[in-house]
């Protein structure tokens, strides 16, 4: 394997694995307040199909990007709704989040779209176009720091950039700021956090709105308006122990209940129209 190989493939390995420190990223805001989601890719899967149907349709890649920072933050209000508010068990909810995305998006794609349930091929202004940054021509010919400058390090997305500097970005929210402190202490210990005035619910909330702004742009890092059910709640450290509940347990038997539906209704309407299509043809 040569050198320029080499580049290639880390080249490649740098702009496909960027949704990924994205979405741990945000798991660890979770994660740290106490809440654990093990609905990431149902809210990924929700995201990057909406952002790619909107930037599609209005040919906006900034307009898909707020979709999809947008139905990533309503999924993240409706696993807070049952797993603070309601005090659901957070598995479950995860799990019919996953289900439900992984149901819906197909359905709903194939009858926006009518491509087998994929969103069309985006270019131009619905797409990132890649950034070269300052001297990479001029360095291009310099050895061995002028291909890695120009093909490893220059030639990306905005999303790649603003994902590297996430990493300290966020070191630097969770152990250099007040609200990482606050975030930290509610996930270790709420009932102290409690004591001390400070509302743990309301930070329950905007550690989950902060980091779902994160997963799928990386760059609107800012706190979400909190949750009004959970804003009306008091705070009580024994709402932070989730426990099962039948309506949690309801929910996601009924969505793993509806997916294989879901998939048969996606199938039927496929073939009809690939009938109808042969027929006219």
């Known amino acids: 394997m040569d050198f320029g190989t080499l580049l290639q493939m880390l080249d490649a390995t740098l702009r496909l694995a960027t949704p990924l420190p994205l979405a741990c990223l945000a798991g660890l805001y979770s994660e740290l307040a106490g809440i654990f989601d093990i609905g990431l890719e149902g809210k990924m899967l929700a995201a990057a199909f909406l952002s ?8 906006s890649v900034w307009l898909g990007l707020l979709a999809g920072i947008g139905a990533s933050m309503l999924l993240s209000a409706v696993h807070g709704l049952a797993s603070i508010t309601f005090r659901g068990n957070q598995l479950i909810s995860g799990v019919a989040i996953n289900f439900l995305a992984a149901g819906l998006t197909v359905v709903i794609a194939q009858s926006w779209f009518a491509q087998g349930g994929r969103t069309p091929q985006l270019s131009g202004g619905a797409r990132f176009n890649p950034i070269e940054l300052p001297f990479a021509q001029a360095l291009q010919d310099v050895p061995i720091i002028g291909p890695i400058y120009y093909e490893l390090i220059s030639g990306h997305t905005i999303l790649v950039y603003v994902a590297l500097l996430m990493v300290p970005l966020t070191w630097w929210i969770l152990f250099r700021t007040r609200f990482g402190l606050r975030l930290r202490a509610v996930g270790e210990n709420p009932a102290a956090v409690d004591t001390a005035g400070v509302s743990v619910v309301a930070a329950f909330c905007r550690g989950r709105h902060l980091r ?7 760059c609107l890092l800012g706190h979400g308006p909190p949750s009004g059910l959970c804003e009306r709640h008091e705070c009580r450290a024994r709402i932070y122990r989730p426990r099962r509940t039948d309506l949690c347990k309801m929910a996601a038997l009924v969505c793993a209940l509806c997916l294989p539906a879901v998939r048969l209704l996606a199938g039927h309407v496929i073939a009809s129209r690939r009938d109808r299509k042969r027929a006219e043809l």
């Open 52 to 59: 790619a149907a909107v930037a599609a349709v209005s040919g």
């Open 212 to 218: 779902h702004p994160m997963r799928h742009c990386g």
